[in-house]
């Protein structure tokens, strides 16, 4: 029994001791989408562009009108809310910069995503874009921009859906 105390003051001693280890960080987590949209680097396979002005809708394909140089650029979406836009190993002009950062969020329900790109002074066309997530998978994801204007009494709403293959 005499050892008894210096037995508890020792387990004491190691109980405190363990308790005061390094915690790990939690492991953030991300929805579904978040992981989908954020796992690949994304290429455009299509686009469809639809004006539609004075009762009358004209489609176009997108995609054919891009140059090899811009076909093999790609995107890529990184968990911390930035975007990576690469130009992939054909540029089209050697001043271009390989790539450039945006920033990037989903809408309370995930079914649209902003694209921010700090390179366009804010307000101008092309610095905040909003589109529809259509569809999101592992390996496709498609999206959808309207534009809505009026011009001299008569509204032109003009839609571009783009289709984008993972790798």
């Known amino acids: 029994m005499k050892h008894f ?3 508890l003051l020792g387990l004491s001693l190691l109980l405190i001791l363990a308790g005061c280890g390094k915690k790990s960080d ?3 987590t991300f929805s579904a989408k978040t992981v989908l949209l954020t796992a690949p680097k994304w290429r455009i396979t299509a686009i469809v562009g639809t004006t539609t002005f004075a009762g009358q809708t004209t489609t176009i394909d997108g995609y054919a009108g891009l140059a090899s140089c811009q076909k093999d650029n790609f995107l ?3 968990t911390n809310l930035t975007a990576v836009y ?3 190993a054909l ?3 050697s001043s271009t910069p390989q790539s450039k950062q945006a920033t990037w969020s989903f809408n309370t329900a995930e079914t649209q995503i902003t694209v921010v790109d700090p ?3 804010a307000g101008s066309v092309g610095n905040t874009i909003t589109a529809d997530l259509l569809q999101l998978t592992a390996t496709t994801m498609q999206l959808k921009t309207t534009d809505t204007q009026t011009v001299s009494g ?3 709403v003009s839609t571009a859906t783009t289709t984008y293959a993972a790798f």
């Open 5 to 7: 105390p210096s037995f």
């Open 76 to 78: 890529k979406y990184n």
């Open 86 to 88: 690469d130009e992939g």
């Open 91 to 93: 540029k089209c002009s």
């Open 154 to 156: 008569y509204t032109i």
């Open 26 to 28: 939690p492991t953030p």
């Open 119 to 121: 390179s366009v002074p």
